[in-house]
């Protein structure tokens, strides 16, 4: 990922890197009004850099039913992608993992911008 060897060029441990990846993946979500679980589901990706269904629920202390809808959603905002993955019994799963941060900053950007456009043809509406 490009933008996460920029990241490292900066950062001087792993430590430091996991920690600016986390805190951008609050602050996308955040910005973006995500749901606690979303976030929280974000924020473990970001700082295990791939995680299987399973290994998030652990970690957000979820079910894995409520853990794959918000997967789902973030799947369909584009904030992270999945790939497949043969497990060790030799059946398929996904591992997840954030897309790349300049990827996030546009979706973010797209729908902040249709959200103000949106207030913009109310205030129009209205008059203001």
Do not use: W
Not at 97 to 111: G, T
């Amino acid at each position: 990922m490009k933008i996460k060897r920029h990241i490292y060029q900066y950062c001087d441990s792993e430590d430091m890197r996991n920690n600016h990846l986390e805190r951008t993946a609050k602050e996308f979500s955040e910005i973006s009004s995500l749901p606690q679980t979303s976030s929280n589901i974000l924020v473990a990706i970001a700082k295990e850099g791939k995680l299987l269904i399973s290994e998030i629920a652990q970690k957000v202390k979820k079910s894995e039913r409520i853990v794959r809808k918000h997967v789902g959603a973030l799947l369909e905002k584009g904030f992270i992608e999945r790939k497949i993955k043969i497990t060790r019994n030799n059946k398929l799963a996904y591992n997840y993992s954030l897309r790349p941060i300049n990827e996030i900053v546009k979706i973010v950007r797209r729908d902040l911008t249709l959200k103000l456009n949106r207030v913009n043809d109310i205030a129009k509406n209205i008059g203001e």
